[in-house]
Nanobody, 115 residues
Framework: QVQLVESGGGLVQAGGSLRLSCAAS????????MGWYRQAPGKERELVAS???????YYVDSVKGRFTISRDNAKNTVYLQMDSLKPEDTAVYYCNANRGGVPYWGQGTQVTVSS
């Protein structure tokens, strides 16, 4: 059974930082591309950042220079370091594992940035 469990969300003031973690089980983590998505109220879910099995990362323009995605294959965990947070970053953040077009999702963790 595949499980992706996110943690690290919370309430933070604008300009602050949070680090999200996603612990995976039930998959061979090292062969999966991993990503972080977010969904704000009334908006579609969007890709925030992703990292390939080779460690190549991608960021949506709105978070470039502020967010950093990383992975630890020994711990089956992917991280999202979020700095200089803005109120518009407020959303539920979801972890995603993808290989061969078959995605798995975590349950999500709420991030709220106050102004």
């Amino acid at each position: 059974q595949v499980q992706l469990v996110e943690s690290g969300g919370g309430l933070v003031q604008a300009g602050g930082s949070l680090r999200l973690s996603c612990a995976a089980s039930g998959i061979i983590f090292s062969v999966y591309a991993m990503g972080w998505y977010r969904q704000a109220p009334g908006k579609e879910r969007e890709l925030v950042a992703s990292i390939t099995r080779a460690g190549i990362s991608y960021y949506v323009d709105s978070v470039k220079g502020r967010f950093t995605i990383s992975r630890d294959n020994a711990k089956n965990t992917v991280y999202l370091q979020m700095d200089s947070l803005k109120p518009e970053d407020t959303a539920v953040y979801y972890c995603n594992a993808n290989r061969g077009g078959v995605p798995y999702w975590g349950q999500g963790t709420q991030v709220t940035v106050s102004s």
